[in-house]
């Protein structure tokens, strides 16, 4: 009996080591689920922590990102102003800085878009697990 109870044990962990899903089946049809998953050996808690690990160097890039985006508003206003009020300078010098003022707003408005675009990549590529 002893020996009997020993081979199924490795004939389990051979099924295991080569097919981790093998062992995941449906209760209802007693077949084996097929699913894209990510076989993380050791801790069970290995998922959470990548979920946790993601979701803080998210909230870092989002703060980031609204820094960036108020900042960029704060000096375009600033040279905008800064380009309409200087009446001695050059009509062509006004509107280069006007210019680039807008430039810099519409960058700070589109820096959070473009960090939340990377991070849902990185998401969906699976590169954090």
Not at 24 to 37: I, K, W
Not at 105 to 123: E, K, Q, S, W
């Amino acid at each position: 009996m002893k020996s009997r109870i020993n081979r199924l044990l490795i004939a389990a962990s051979i099924a295991m080591s080569c097919n981790p899903g093998a062992l995941a089946g449906n209760p209802e049809t007693g077949q084996a689920l097929q699913a894209d998953a990510t076989v993380v050996s050791g801790i069970d808690t290995s998922g959470t922590v990548r979920v946790c690990n993601l979701a803080n160097l998210e909230a870092l890039l989002n703060l980031f990102g609204s820094g960036c985006e108020v900042a960029g508003i704060l000096i375009g206003c600033f040279l905008l102003v800064k380009s309409l009020t200087r009446a001695q300078e050059t009509r062509r010098k006004r509107a280069n800085r006007a210019l680039i003022a807008t430039l810099v707003m519409v960058a700070g408005i589109l820096t959070p878009a473009a960090i939340n675009l990377c991070v849902a990549t990185a998401r969906d590529a699976n590169l954090f697990s």
